[in-house]
């Protein structure tokens, strides 16, 4: 077999590994839907009478409006538990068993990534079930919202690879689980629940160049119709760059080790 | 001569932390013949995991040449990978998984196919005495099952070479037994044995080489046999009522000395292999010569005498 067939069924190995035990500790999974499905009731029913006026609409309009915000917060609070399973997994004996072996050195990670990948799109999918559940609208066909998984998958595996290299620079799983905090926070301080041209000026500048916001825009422009210009170019980008850089951190910091 | 499944030269290593350069190896020497077991003995902080790390391609040496399992370990790491087992000191299995589960795991990333890794699994399962347990998760298991398993694990791909480190320590005496038996057992197939350990005993029982490792140096290399003759011999002790009993035993036996540790200065000390024959003739004289002792004692080196004696540590081990 070739190194990359090798490296191919490796990863397919671990990503089975990591999906086992995604199975069968399920309380994080659960955790990690429960808190943005939280978030989305909270600002529909709390927020959303008043944050919809400001739209020029109700509720209804910003049930629309916060939904990809929260998809990508639902991504991200995913990927901070991926970054605690990394470096949980790194204080076990079974990766020093996994490097005395002949295999493909970074399906270990790879495993992480793609299981936890999954993970994030059944948990994105649960939430948009319960959008739509409690009055999401979105007028896309089938073609926009293959787009918006795509962006979306785009997304989730950026934003894991960054999870997997800030889980292996952490010296203990409960310095893991903060690293990745921000990442929760970036859809507030973009175009996540309201629109970055209501905000003061260096928070505005701020929300308009995080990586973050083209992404949303993307994903709203895919699923309600409004207009993308050039942000999904800018995302794709963003999104590629992110998965190169974190993966060779991700990679160099696990050979160092 | 076949090429020795280990052969290592000048074995450096030396970690640097807030207090300074640490040499934890000091250029050690080793050659592990094929079809053997070899322990390397010593106490805590010694360098014997150091060692096992460096032999299985975890951490680099800084210096030395070493070649495991025929290839050089510097140059091919993943051929050395190929060839060996490691069980480590630490439990090196899946909590999460079944212990099925673990074994199908090894077997997939030795690239068995899924036939010869279910009937492998199925094999170890059986011969590991965890049949029972193949379906719960390994974090349920005792001590001594998750250090059956992880052997288990190890085996999966029938490596020629294999690595224990400190294998038994935290088992209770019915675990430790039965892993001595598996390990006899591998080397019986000719699998090639590196063992690290703590315990005598375990050396003694087990390793057909047996290297003291002390400091990050090896302090002494050979069979159990030949270490024992390191240090003084052993000796027949025979303690008497009377000063005059005592002398006439001395004059009867022809040699010995008076235990300097017996206030009472009664007990003599006679050399002795400690076998029967010379019991027999020991006892024969003392008959003729019509003395007889209140007691004896044979007292035969064992390698806690040679380990205590090579690494002075008697102060430090109260017996």
Redesign the interface.
Same mark, same amino acid.
């Given at each position: $077999?070739s190194t990359l067939a090798?490296a191919l069924?490796?990863s397919s #190995?671990m990503t089975? %590994?990591q999906l086992? %035990?995604l199975v069968?500790?399920p309380s994080m999974t659960v955790q990690l839907v429960v808190t943005p499905v939280i978030i989305l009731l909270l600002f529909v029913y709390v927020f959303g009478g008043t944050l919809g006026k400001g739209l020029g609409g109700g509720r209804e309009a910003y049930i629309n409006y916060v939904v990809p915000g929260i998809l990508l917060m639902t991504a991200a609070t995913a990927a901070t538990g991926t970054a605690v399973m990394v470096a949980t997994d790194m204080t076990?004996?079974?990766i020093? %068993?996994?490097? #005395? $072996? %002949?295999?493909s050195r970074a399906s270990v990670l790879t495993g992480h990534v793609v299981a936890s990948v999954v993970q994030q799109l059944l948990g994105m999918a649960a939430l948009v079930g319960i959008a739509l559940a409690i009055g999401f609208r979105p007028d896309a066909g089938p073609v926009e919202w293959l787009g918006a998984v795509g962006m979306l998958t785009l997304f989730a595996v950026a934003i894991t690879w960054l999870s997997v290299a800030l889980g292996l620079k952490s010296p203990t799983p409960e310095a893991a689980s903060n690293a990745p905090m921000p990442l929760v926070f970036l859809p507030f301080l973009g175009s996540g629940f309201v629109p970055t041209d209501s905000m003061p000026t260096v928070l505005r500048w701020f929300a308009e160049y995080q990586p973050f916001t083209p992404i949303m825009e993307t994903v709203r422009g895919l699923l309600l119709g409004t207009p993308i210009g050039h942000s999904a170019s800018i995302a794709i980008a963003w999104c590629a760059g992110l998965t190169a850089v974190s993966y060779l951190w991700a990679k160099k910091t696990f050979d160092k080790a | 001569m076949t090429n020795p499944a280990i052969a290592a030269t000048g074995l450096r290593k030396s970690y640097r932390d807030k207090n300074g350069e640490k040499v934890v190896l000091d250029g050690i020497d080793l050659t592990v013949p094929e079809g053997t077991i070899f322990s390397l003995l010593g106490p805590n902080g010694a360098g014997k995991t150091t060692t096992v790390q460096i032999l299985s391609t975890l951490i680099p040496a800084d210096g030395g040449t070493v070649r495991v399992a025929g290839h050089d370990l510097a140059r091919r790491p993943d051929d050395v990978r190929g060839a060996i087992g490691v069980t480590g000191q630490y439990s090196a299995v899946d909590k999460l998984l079944t212990g099925e589960e673990n074994l199908l795991l090894m077997a997939d990333l030795k690239h068995l196919s899924r036939k010869d890794g279910r009937r492998k699994a199925a094999e170890l399962l059986e011969r590991f005495d965890l049949v029972d347990a193949a379906r719960k998760t390994a974090g349920t298991y005792s001590g001594g099952m998750q250090r059956r398993l992880d052997l288990a694990m190890t085996l999966v791909g029938d490596p020629r070479l294999i690595f224990l480190d400190e294998p038994t320590t935290g088992l209770d005496p019915r675990s430790r037994r039965s892993m001595w038996q598996i390990v006899r057992e591998l080397v019986r197939d000719g699998v090639t044995i590196f063992l690290t350990t703590q315990y005598l005993e375990e050396a003694d029982e087990l390793a057909d080489r047996i290297a003291l490792l002390d400091h990050g140096r090896l302090i002494a290399e050979g069979t159990a046999e030949e270490l024992k003759r390191l240090i003084p011999g052993g000796h027949v002790s025979l303690r008497f009522t009377t000063d005059d009993a005592l002398k006439d035993a001395l004059g009867a036996l022809g040699q010995g000395f008076v235990d300097p540790s017996d206030e009472d200065r009664l007990t003599l000390q006679v050399p002795s292999d400690g076998g029967v024959a010379s019991l027999r003739d020991l006892l024969a004289r003392l008959d003729t010569a019509g003395v007889e002792p209140a007691h004896l004692g044979v007292h035969t080196p064992d390698l806690d005498d040679v380990f205590l004696t090579l690494t002075g540590q008697k102060q430090e081990t109260p017996r």
């Amino acid at each position: $077999m070739s190194t990359l067939a090798l490296a191919l069924r490796d990863s397919s #190995t671990m990503t089975r %590994r990591q999906l086992k %035990r995604l199975v069968r500790y399920p309380s994080m999974t659960v955790q990690l839907v429960v808190t943005p499905v939280i978030i989305l009731l909270l600002f529909v029913y709390v927020f959303g009478g008043t944050l919809g006026k400001g739209l020029g609409g109700g509720r209804e309009a910003y049930i629309n409006y916060v939904v990809p915000g929260i998809l990508l917060m639902t991504a991200a609070t995913a990927a901070t538990g991926t970054a605690v399973m990394v470096a949980t997994d790194m204080t076990e004996g079974i990766i020093a %068993r996994f490097r #005395t $072996m %002949r295999i493909s050195r970074a399906s270990v990670l790879t495993g992480h990534v793609v299981a936890s990948v999954v993970q994030q799109l059944l948990g994105m999918a649960a939430l948009v079930g319960i959008a739509l559940a409690i009055g999401f609208r979105p007028d896309a066909g089938p073609v926009e919202w293959l787009g918006a998984v795509g962006m979306l998958t785009l997304f989730a595996v950026a934003i894991t690879w960054l999870s997997v290299a800030l889980g292996l620079k952490s010296p203990t799983p409960e310095a893991a689980s903060n690293a990745p905090m921000p990442l929760v926070f970036l859809p507030f301080l973009g175009s996540g629940f309201v629109p970055t041209d209501s905000m003061p000026t260096v928070l505005r500048w701020f929300a308009e160049y995080q990586p973050f916001t083209p992404i949303m825009e993307t994903v709203r422009g895919l699923l309600l119709g409004t207009p993308i210009g050039h942000s999904a170019s800018i995302a794709i980008a963003w999104c590629a760059g992110l998965t190169a850089v974190s993966y060779l951190w991700a990679k160099k910091t696990f050979d160092k080790a | 001569m076949t090429n020795p499944a280990i052969a290592a030269t000048g074995l450096r290593k030396s970690y640097r932390d807030k207090n300074g350069e640490k040499v934890v190896l000091d250029g050690i020497d080793l050659t592990v013949p094929e079809g053997t077991i070899f322990s390397l003995l010593g106490p805590n902080g010694a360098g014997k995991t150091t060692t096992v790390q460096i032999l299985s391609t975890l951490i680099p040496a800084d210096g030395g040449t070493v070649r495991v399992a025929g290839h050089d370990l510097a140059r091919r790491p993943d051929d050395v990978r190929g060839a060996i087992g490691v069980t480590g000191q630490y439990s090196a299995v899946d909590k999460l998984l079944t212990g099925e589960e673990n074994l199908l795991l090894m077997a997939d990333l030795k690239h068995l196919s899924r036939k010869d890794g279910r009937r492998k699994a199925a094999e170890l399962l059986e011969r590991f005495d965890l049949v029972d347990a193949a379906r719960k998760t390994a974090g349920t298991y005792s001590g001594g099952m998750q250090r059956r398993l992880d052997l288990a694990m190890t085996l999966v791909g029938d490596p020629r070479l294999i690595f224990l480190d400190e294998p038994t320590t935290g088992l209770d005496p019915r675990s430790r037994r039965s892993m001595w038996q598996i390990v006899r057992e591998l080397v019986r197939d000719g699998v090639t044995i590196f063992l690290t350990t703590q315990y005598l005993e375990e050396a003694d029982e087990l390793a057909d080489r047996i290297a003291l490792l002390d400091h990050g140096r090896l302090i002494a290399e050979g069979t159990a046999e030949e270490l024992k003759r390191l240090i003084p011999g052993g000796h027949v002790s025979l303690r008497f009522t009377t000063d005059d009993a005592l002398k006439d035993a001395l004059g009867a036996l022809g040699q010995g000395f008076v235990d300097p540790s017996d206030e009472d200065r009664l007990t003599l000390q006679v050399p002795s292999d400690g076998g029967v024959a010379s019991l027999r003739d020991l006892l024969a004289r003392l008959d003729t010569a019509g003395v007889e002792p209140a007691h004896l004692g044979v007292h035969t080196p064992d390698l806690d005498d040679v380990f205590l004696t090579l690494t002075g540590q008697k102060q430090e081990t109260p017996r």
